[in-house]
């Protein structure tokens, strides 16, 4: 934003011009020694971007292409769930022709032994018998379709135990999660993999289902020995979410961080992961700095034997849950699309505090951790505006909730976290192909910024 014109300060009589001058420029100097680190920092633009695997890999290939033009050498897409399933689902639909001498998969595995949960993983990865870890799994291939019915023992060891947990999987076509990674690689780019997820809990959706959390972190193991070690691989993305809380209502996932990072640890080459928790730093959600600090340091805590855990929050800012309206703009009126989340009122009056602030305690939640960087995630959408002088629906219809934003915003959120994140990446590729009213898209004014 230009700096509001000023008149000139007249030369007193008694002083010449160039002790005038000379006096300014030691004033100067001084003031840029005591500056705040914040006010030197350069700003530091987006480097990576989250997004959905196409259907192609030509589709992978164009988007990476596109991203990479806009200043990205990095891409994160997303996982799948390990959901529970009936026993009835598991010989039927997607599942209906695995069979094994004319017995389903399902049944020729939990033979004999009790079942405690069925659970199917929804993603498009390829298991073979390499991932194998007990006799009584099975890697039938039907009609195009290779399968991978696994039984997980629950209380003891493939030999001892009497009840099992039954994982169901299918492939067939393209792994497009896998074409990210080759094309990825092809481009000299890196790309974070979405690693399997907990289903969500019956009564709080928000928060995990870790009654099979044994599996998961097994299933997980297997994923990351399946996924492999192609060129363009960078590490693995948890992408259940949440706030930046250290509240024991979110221990849960605490506890599935933990153990998926030791899996990953375990069985994969890769020994990266990546988490992207969220800022919410509306005062009606009692989430503060101070509590954010603390989540950092308790997130920090579940990285175990992994090279490197990297948190990425989200800054808030797409959703209406962050400010990045620091400094002199802090007792401004939020702006027209946070209005549509937290009202009409200043950036004081509905936040604790604004980014610049909540990723400095984040900084400082990490004094003293090794093998643990912060990355920014800079939300490139903005809450939406339906109609009216500040309508923003994306052109390609992304979403209901969340429309395109400016580079204006972008520019204070980039600015509110420089000098403090190692990288910052953005959520969601999606919106920066937007033509914001006919205007250019994002993408094609990013690298500019700020």
Sequence with gaps: MPVPHRSAVPVRNHLSVGA??????????????????????????????????QSTAAKNRD????????????????????????????????????????????????SGVTVRKVLAYNGNTKFTSAQRLCARDVFPAVNGTSYAVLGVPVNGSCSTATTFDIVMTAHSGLDVAASVTTE?????????????????????????????????????GRFARATGNPTGLAGFYQ????????????????????????????????????????VDARKSMNQTPTKA?????????????????????????????????????????????????????????????????????????????????LWGNIEGMAPIIASGENANPCSTGHSANRGFTWDSRMTAQLNEVAGKTAKNVSYHWDYYLCTRNGGPALKDTITSLP
């Design 184 to 220: 990825a690689g092809a481009l000299g780019m890196q790309h974070y993999i979405g690693m399997p997820a907990p289903d969500k809990r019956t009564d709080y959706a928000w928060l995990p289902d870790t009654s099979y959390i044994s599996t998961l972190k097994d299933f997980t």
């Design 20 to 53: 005038a001058v000379l006096i300014m420029t030691m004033i100067t100097s001084v003031l840029t020694v005591l500056a705040p680190p914040r006010a030197q920092a350069a700003a530091q633009g987006i480097s990576g971007f989250f997004a959905a695997a």
């Design 293 to 373: 600090k603390a989540a950092t340091a308790k997130m920090a805590a579940t990285k175990g034997a992994l090279t490197k855990l990297i948190i990425a929050p989200q800054d808030g800012m797409g959703t209406g849950k962050g400010s990045a309206y620091g400094g002199e703009k802090w007792n401004w009126r939020v702006d027209p699309f946070q209005r549509t989340v937290v009202g009409d009122v200043t950036n004081a009056e509905a936040y604790f505090a604004s980014s610049a602030t909540y990723y400095q305690n984040m900084v400082d939640g990490l004094a003293g951790t090794s093998g643990v960087a």
């Design 239 to 278: 992408h259940r979410e949440m706030p930046m809380s250290d509240g024991p209502d979110w221990d849960g996932m605490y506890q599935v961080y933990r153990f998926q990072n030791d899996a990953i640890a375990a069985k994969s080459s890769k020994k990266t992961v990546m988490i992207s928790p969220y």
């Design 63 to 110: 988007q990476l292409q596109q991203m990479k033009a806009a200043g990205a050498d990095t891409v994160i897409t997303f996982g799948y769930t390990l959901t529970q399933i009936t026993a009835a689902e598991a010989r039927a639909g997607r599942f209906a022709s695995c069979t094994i001498d004319q017995t389903s998969c399902y049944d020729k595995v939990r």
